[in-house]
């Protein structure tokens, strides 16, 4: 039933400008071309219109996961895309380098082009991606990069691909070190992209990274907790890091089965050092703990003091930005809907991070609604049986 419109009712804008206080309550009507019809207080009823009774909720733009793992089927990592997208309130997934230019055909024609979900993509410099994800490393040596094909890929998907990954960690480059990192920056300044970089145990270490990015370029896993990985365990890194973010890089949290630390998120947030970017790095061995959601992740951030408006944004707009989809007027009369409805509840969850702290959660983010055009999809939290939760520590997957 994707012909009808869809009224919501009784929703607080919050997002759509970032930093400012959530708005007044408005309803909001997205044609049945899946469009920003009319947006104000107490909209007259549409006949046959889905109602959508927000009942003083928050609406925000649509929840941007700028790092997951949904190559389902063709790598051993992927999670379905529907475990991370609209049914848990995103409405655009960034996928982080599942696919290098060996398969990413088929991740466009068997996951991309079906899903309900906006997905774009990272494409791996390693040719194989994340096929045997923890097994056979994407970066094993150096006939592990075609650079002529690579960008051919790009080339033939400018539509989808919108940067270039490279995971910097020792278990995934052994000794090449640095060196995949040079020529991954070397392929995107040819192509004109951004790249992403999981940063971990090193080597290459996080300062090595830092110096060859630059505005624009991602850094993920940016409040790993790793021995040697962590920025508030050397004041020199913590200068870097926050010159960095200064001039532009952006540091984005990538949760995951291990790359996130309430302690070192909590003492950057009270320093004043915030992610640009809020994600899950959802994959098989994160989905159901520690990371669960982006809802969750959301929360955990709250929890350690991002003031709410900040989370908000580094889910929404931040992450939208930082692969050029356009962030200005989203509530503006035609333009193709994305919103989420949520709700911020009280809670007392106790949840974990990457390193297995505990953390009780006070307030937390529940997702109700996520529309995208004319879609519209009831939305939850994941709420997984007892006794699933597992957590691979073996750092490989970030
Ligand atoms: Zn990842």
């Not at 900040?310 to 929404?316: D, G, I, L, Y």
């Not at 702290?357 to 109700?368: C, Q, V």
């Amino acid at each position: 039933m994707e012909t009808e419109a869809i009224l919501i009712r009784n929703v607080r804008p919050v997002g759509f400008t970032p930093g400012a206080a959530p708005a007044a309550a408005t309803d909001i009507l997205v044609g049945a071309d899946g469009r920003i019809r009319s947006v104000g207080p107490a909209l007259p009823p549409t006949p046959g219109a889905r109602i959508v009774e927000g009942g003083g909720a928050y609406v925000s733009p649509g929840w941007t996961d700028l790092h997951a793992h949904v190559w389902h089927g063709g790598t051993d990592i992927s999670i379905r895309p529907k475990l991370a997208g609209m049914q848990r309130g995103v409405t655009t997934i960034v996928d982080a380098g599942s696919a290098g230019e060996a398969t990413f055909h088929g991740f466009r024609e068997y996951i991309i082009e079906p899903a309900d979900e906006r997905i774009l993509a990272f494409l791996n410099i390693g040719s194989i991606g994340l096929v045997a994800c923890n097994r056979v490393s994407e970066l094993i040596d150096i006939r592990s990069i075609d650079i002529d094909r690579t960008i051919a890929v790009v080339e033939a998907n400018r539509d989808l691909i919108v940067g270039i990954k490279c995971r910097a960690s020792h278990v995934i480059l052994g000794s090449w070190g640095i060196t995949p990192v040079k020529v991954a920056k070397k392929v995107a300044k040819i192509l004109k992209l951004p790249m992403m970089i999981h940063v971990g145990e090193p080597p290459p270490t996080y300062d090595e990274v830092l110096e060859l990015l630059r505005p624009g370029d991602i850094i993920t896993h940016c409040f790993n907790g790793k021995a040697g990985g962590s920025i508030v365990e050397d004041e020199d890194l913590w200068d870097l890091v926050t010159k960095c973010a200064d001039q532009g890089i952006r540091l984005d949290v990538g949760h995951g089965g291990a790359s996130f630390s309430f302690k070192v998120a909590e003492i950057a947030i009270q320093r004043g050092l915030l992610p640009f970017s809020i994600s899950t790095d959802l994959h098989d061995h994160s989905l159901n703990g520690p990371v669960w959601d982006m809802a969750t992740t959301m929360s955990k951030l709250l929890s350690v003091g991002m003031p709410f408006e900040a989370v908000v944004t580094a889910s929404t707009t931040a992450p939208m930005s930082a692969v050029k989809l356009a962030t200005d007027d989203l509530l503006g009369i035609g333009k193709v809907a994305e919103l989420t409805v949520f709700d911020l509840v009280d809670s007392d969850l106790s949840v974990r991070d990457s390193q297995g702290a505990t953390a009780k959660l006070h307030k937390m983010f529940e997702p109700r609604w996520a529309v995208r055009g004319a879609q519209l999809v009831r939305a939850s939290r994941h709420m997984p049986k007892e006794g699933t939760a597992s957590v691979c520590t073996c750092g490989a997957h970030g």
